[in-house]
């Protein structure tokens, strides 16, 4: 749908990654900033703050970007001091932690995206020097047999795979899912996945909010299993870790708006709240395998 002056707000799935890369240059430019990213606002441009500004509650949904990437922030330096040899992050988008992250020299990053993203990205950040190994792989995660062909070639390089998903899968089918938590269990050296969910509710919320220009944009918000992360479990893999968005918002002091609201309401009605903010769950998620 378009906006102002007739340009759609979203003209690819693509554009998301830009209103992350925005998010993450808003918390960047604060005196008390939780982490610093010098490469976010080159990478969302001015196309990103006009995202972040067209786009219904585009600034204000911040503190969710800003709290999953704090939290992956945290996890992915410590399962690499546990032995993690290799991250492969797929749909890396815009993401800039193999240059930000006090990562050894010896790991191996590995970035899958779009060939034309890749590109951009790449061009972007030519100038730059990662912090570890890096390598980008353009490949269509959509195409089945392109997504198993470099699979199986970066997992047989390696001994222990971390398998980043952020902001990827509610935008893939359910079937497609499945599909890919198959296939990273058939990888033996993948050993863990690192990915963000929602519940239905919270979908159904973002739909509202963002669902006509998502269709504009040929993409579409549709995974969020009411069975929540035993979705994974036929598939071999099981919860490790969830790490809740709301509860380390408060804790990073970079909370929802209006969550004064939540607080209140747990002290005159926890066991109502509490049972009201199940459906309203997002978070990080580590999955291992089982």
């Known amino acids: 749908m378009a906006g102002s002056g007739g340009t759609p707000i979203l003209e690819s799935v693509s554009d998301t990654a830009l209103l992350v890369a925005y998010h993450r240059a808003m918390e960047s430019t604060r005196s008390d900033a939780l ?30 970007t800003i709290t999953r990437t704090v939290l992956i922030d945290e996890i992915i330096p410590r399962l690499v001091g546990e032995g993690v040899d290799t991250v492969l992050n797929l749909a890396a988008g815009l993401d800039s932690r193999p240059y930000r992250l006090p990562l050894p020299p010896s790991l191996r990053w590995v970035e899958m995206d779009l060939p034309a993203l890749t590109a951009a990205k790449t061009e972007l950040l030519k100038d730059e020097k990662p912090r570890c190994q890096l390598e980008r792989v353009s490949v269509d995660l959509a195409n089945s047999s392109e997504r198993q062909r470099a ?23 359910e079937a497609v899912v499945s599909e890919l938590a198959r296939e990273l ?6 050993q863990y996945w690192l990915c963000d969910l929602a519940t ?63 607080k209140f309401q747990m002290k005159l009605f926890p066991k109502h709240t509490q049972k009201q903010m199940a459906k309203w769950r997002a978070g990080v998620v580590l999955l291992e395998r089982v």
């Not at 610093?36 to 911040?62: N, Q, S, V």
């Not at 269990?185 to 993948?190: A, L, V, W």
């Open 185 to 190: 269990h058939e990888k033996s050296p993948i």
């Open 151 to 173: 699979l199986a070639e970066q997992a047989g390089k390696t001994k222990k795979v971390l398998v980043l998903t952020e902001g990827l899968l509610v935008y893939l089918p």
């Open 35 to 64: 982490f610093r990213d010098p490469y976010a606002e080159r990478l969302a441009g001015d196309r990103g703050e006009e995202i972040a500004r067209r786009l219904r509650w585009g600034k204000r949904m911040a503190w969710s």
């Open 200 to 262: 239905p509710l919270i979908l159904k919320r973002m739909q509202k909010w963002w669902g006509k220009h998502m269709k504009a944009a040929n993409a579409r918000m549709q995974f969020a299993p009411a069975e929540g992360t035993k979705f994974f479990e036929p598939w071999g893999w099981r919860e490790k870790e969830f790490h809740g968005l709301f509860e380390n918002s408060l804790r990073i002091h970079r909370a929802m708006p209006f969550a004064w609201m939540f």
